[in-house]
C-alpha cells in the first residue's frame, strides 16, 4: 500500500523486526481509543527491534481525516499506508477483516505470533517475546 506521499511500502520491508500490522480508522472511536497504548509500546519496544504497520481503512475523500488522525495521535512514528478503499480494500479478504480495530504481531520471519492485542496485552507480550 501507499504512504501519504504514495510511496508503495511492502509489509515485506519490514522483515527482522517484530511488527504489528495495526487495522485501524480515523473514523473508529475504538481504535482511537487503543492508539495512546501503540504508542506507548512504539517508545518502550523500538529500540528492541519493534515497530508498527498502520493501515488505515479510511475511505476516498477522507484522506484529510486519515493523516490529521496520524498527526493528532501522535502515529507519525512508524509507517502507515492506506489505498483509502475503506471496506473495498483487498485487505479486508487478505487478513479475513470483520471490524476495527484489528491487529497481527509477527515475528522477524513475518510470522503471525499473536492477535489482536490491545490495552496492555501488547505490551506484555511484547515484554515475553523481547527479554
Known sequence: MADAN???????????????????????APCRSENPNLVKAYNKFNSKGFTIFGVSLDEQ?????WLAAVANDSLGQWTNVSDLLF??????????????????LL?????????????????????ELLK
Open 6 to 28: 504514495g510511496t508503495e511500502i511492502a509489509l515485506s520491508s519490514l522483515r527482522g523486526q517484530y511488527v504489528l500490522v495495526d487495522f485501524w480508522a480515523s473514523w473508529c
Open 61 to 65: 475523500g477522507k484522506k484529510a481525516d
Open 87 to 104: 471496506w473495498d480494500s483487498p485487505v479486508i479478504s487478505m487478513y479475513s477483516l470483520k471490524a476495527v480495530p484489528q491487529n497481527f
Open 107 to 127: 515475528d522477524k520471519e513475518g510470522v503471525i505470533v499473536a492477535s489482536n492485542l490491545f490495552g496492555d496485552a501488547l505490551e506484555e507480550k511484547l515484554t
